[in-house]
């Protein structure tokens, strides 16, 4: 007996109890892949962690239905997670790669007052940044708001005006830039 008498060979051919199998063995490959990844794949996430995302699912996929051949195929996924720390760790240490790969983040407001060519860019319209100061600042008006944000993720993230004086500086957190 060999490995694809378990597993199975071609999709015309593969028993239930092989799919099963394949099943088992994709779970626990996918939950370790995941893991190792670390948990920002699944996170959160910019655009960069999202790709990782889909990609994975659609090629173990493959590998459920004997779409592609099932060792190649957990060798590709292997080698997109190690592509992802890799770009990952690279983007920590090179601010350009950084804003390449994971994005920026766009203020679309300060001090009262609207950017309106950060919102076009952003395709942000006013009841957009109405409800985020709403529900993340937990303000009413506009006018409250010190700064309003689209983070890499695509929140909307808002600091109010007196919220600016109760975060505490670099300097206490014990962090040094």
């Given at each position: 007996?060999?490995?694809?008498?378990?597993?199975?060979?071609?999709?015309?051919?593969?028993?239930?109890?092989?799919?099963?199998?394949?099943?088992?063995l994709?779970?626990?490959?996918?939950?370790?892949?995941?893991r190792?990844?670390?948990?920002?794949?699944?996170?959160?996430?910019?655009?960069?962690?999202?790709?990782l995302?889909?990609?994975?699912?659609?090629?173990?996929?493959?590998?459920?239905?004997?779409?592609?051949?099932?060792?190649?195929?957990?060798?590709?996924?292997?080698?997109?997670?190690?592509l992802?720390?890799?770009?990952?760790?690279?983007?920590?240490?090179?601010?350009?790669?950084?804003?390449?790969?994971?994005?920026?983040?766009?203020?679309?407001?300060?001090?009262?007052?609207?950017?309106?060519?950060?919102?076009?860019?952003?395709?942000?319209?006013?009841?957009?940044?109405?409800?985020?100061?709403?529900?993340?600042?937990?303000?009413?008006?506009?006018?409250?708001?010190?700064?309003?944000?689209?983070?890499?993720?695509?929140?909307?993230?808002?600091?109010?005006?007196?919220?600016?004086?109760?975060?505490?500086?670099?300097?206490?957190?014990?962090?040094?830039?």
């Open positions: 007996m060999n490995i694809h008498d378990f597993i199975g060979s071609d999709a015309g051919t593969i028993t239930w109890w092989q799919m099963s199998i394949r099943a088992i994709i779970f626990a490959s996918a939950l370790i892949l995941i190792f990844s670390g948990k920002r794949v699944f996170g959160k996430n910019t655009s960069f962690d999202i790709v995302g889909v990609i994975l699912g659609s090629i173990l996929s493959r590998a459920l239905t004997c779409n592609a051949r099932f060792f190649p195929t957990l060798a590709a996924a292997i080698t997109l997670v190690a992802h720390m890799l770009l990952s760790r690279l983007a920590f240490r090179n601010r350009w790669l950084g804003h390449l790969v994971k994005g920026t983040d766009n203020q679309l407001g300060k001090e009262e007052e609207i950017q309106w060519e950060a919102m076009k860019r952003s395709s942000i319209i006013q009841h957009d940044l109405q409800e985020a100061a709403r529900i993340k600042g937990s303000v009413m008006d506009l006018d409250k708001v010190r700064a309003a944000f689209i983070e890499r993720s695509g929140d909307i993230s808002v600091i109010k005006k007196e919220e600016l004086r109760t975060i505490p500086s670099t300097s206490t957190l014990g962090l040094s830039i």
